[in-house]
């Protein structure tokens, strides 16, 4: 693994790939120079990120890996603007006066509100006239959920509230969609058909995606581009480009060959315990 006095290396080497022809232009580049937390025990201050740079182009889906508790939720909330304390700048490039766009945020945890219906959780982040405009219909049939829509959500199984949380970000029809771990936490079979779902989803409208995982094979299918983060403080260790084109990514062999591939690369990042990285509570019946 790269210690921390080294010089931040855009590794990828054979692995380097050219982007994907339909990428675009970009969308944001985050800096982030500083980010600490006041330990609650202690009373120090405790840096997490580390002169992070990123950025992000148009119809672009990138993952982030990193050990648990390296600072990957804190990165993206400093995106998603519920976190301003931090030295750096988020400068959006893809809308006018660098405001920040339309952003689709999943968590973890669904955060479906139990006493609404289904389709209620996923109106309430729209303005009236949306409602109406068909995009919830287009949305609950996207994610298979037209016949569960007046179903209160605390009814719903848990893979359900998970393509919930999928409508409801996609449905603001987000520039840029945030997603921290979306599958963490299923059975293998339930997390594998989400995220197929999820590639239909995106497909629809293709926004720029970047999302936190922790199962490598996820982010080979997934994602154009991998993200790899190191631990106290976080930085950027090295990123490559999957190379699989966008039509193949249903080929299991192919992405089970290039997940090997990469595997080398995460292994000298992270070394052969991988310890907090491809945790196993994280990767269930992936590694
Ligand atoms: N509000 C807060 N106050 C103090 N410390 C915090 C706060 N939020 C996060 N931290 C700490 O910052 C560090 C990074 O947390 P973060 O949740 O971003 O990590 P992560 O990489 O997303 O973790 P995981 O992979 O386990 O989800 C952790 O040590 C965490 O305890």
Same mark, same amino acid.
């Not at 581009?225 to 062999?253: C, K, N, T, Y």
């Not at 292994?267 to 994280?282: M, Q």
């Given at each position: 693994?790269?210690?921390?006095?080294?010089? %931040?290396?855009?590794?990828?080497?054979? +692995?380097?790939?050219?982007?994907?022809?339909?990428?675009?232009?970009?969308?944001?580049?985050? %800096?982030?120079?500083?980010?600490?937390?006041?330990?609650?025990?202690?009373?120090?201050?405790?840096?997490?990120?580390?002169?992070?740079?990123?950025?992000?182009?148009?119809?672009?889906?990138?993952?982030?890996?990193?050990?648990?508790?390296?600072?990957?939720?804190?990165?993206?909330?400093?995106?998603?603007?519920?976190?301003?304390?931090?030295?750096?700048?988020?400068? &959006?490039?893809?809308?006018?006066?660098?405001?920040?766009?339309?952003?689709?945020?999943?968590?973890?945890?669904?955060?479906?509100?139990? &006493?609404?219906?289904?389709?209620?959780?996923?109106?309430?982040?729209?303005?009236?006239?949306?409602?109406?405009?068909?995009?919830?219909?287009?949305?609950?049939?996207?994610? +298979?959920?037209?016949?569960?829509?007046?179903?209160?959500?605390?009814?719903?199984?848990?893979?359900?509230?998970?393509?919930?949380?999928?409508?409801?970000?996609?449905?603001?029809?987000?520039?840029?969609?945030?997603?921290?771990?979306?599958?963490?936490?299923?059975?293998?079979?339930?997390?594998?058909?989400?995220?197929?779902?999820?590639?239909?989803? &995106?497909?629809?409208?293709?926004?720029?995606?970047?999302?936190?995982?922790?199962?490598?094979?996820?982010?080979?299918?997934?994602?154009?581009?991998?993200?790899?983060?190191?631990?106290?403080?976080? %930085?950027?260790?090295?990123?490559?480009?999957?190379?699989?084109?966008? +039509?193949?990514?249903?080929?299991?062999?192919?992405?089970?060959?290039?997940?090997?591939?990469?595997?080398?690369?995460?292994?000298?990042?992270?070394?052969? +315990?991988?310890?907090?990285?491809?945790?196993? %509570?994280?990767?269930?019946?992936?590694?």
């Amino acid at each position: 693994m790269p210690s921390e006095d080294e010089p %931040r290396a855009r590794q990828g080497t054979s +692995d380097e790939m050219p982007s994907p022809p339909d990428v675009g232009a970009p969308v944001v580049e985050i %800096r982030i120079d500083r980010k600490s937390f006041v330990d609650a025990g202690s009373g120090r201050e405790r840096l997490v990120l580390d002169r992070v740079e990123l950025s992000l182009r148009r119809a672009e889906l990138v993952a982030l890996i990193g050990p648990s508790g390296c600072g990957k939720s804190t990165l993206l909330h400093i995106v998603a603007g519920l976190d301003p304390d931090f030295s750096g700048r988020i400068h &959006w490039l893809a809308t006018e006066y660098g405001r920040r766009p339309r952003l689709g945020y999943v968590f973890q945890n669904p955060r479906l509100l139990p &006493w609404l219906t289904l389709r209620g959780n996923i109106a309430l982040v729209l303005h009236a006239r949306a409602r109406k405009d068909g995009r919830i219909e287009e949305l609950l049939a996207a994610t +298979d959920l037209t016949e569960s829509a007046d179903v209160h959500a605390n009814r719903l199984s848990v893979g359900m509230q998970r393509r919930a949380a999928l409508a409801r970000a996609f449905v603001v029809d987000p520039l840029l969609l945030l997603m921290d771990e979306p599958f963490v936490s299923l059975d293998a079979p339930t997390a594998e058909q989400l995220r197929h779902l999820l590639l239909d989803v &995106w497909d629809m409208r293709r926004p720029t995606v970047i999302f936190v995982t922790h199962d490598l094979r996820e982010a080979t299918l997934l994602a154009d581009r991998i993200v790899f983060l190191s631990r106290d403080p976080a %930085r950027v260790i090295g990123e490559v480009q999957v190379g699989i084109p966008r +039509d193949l990514r249903r080929d299991e062999v192919l992405v089970g060959a290039r997940h090997g591939e990469l595997m080398r690369l995460f292994k000298g990042f992270y070394g052969e +315990d991988r310890d907090g990285v491809a945790n196993p %509570r994280h990767a269930a019946g992936s590694e």
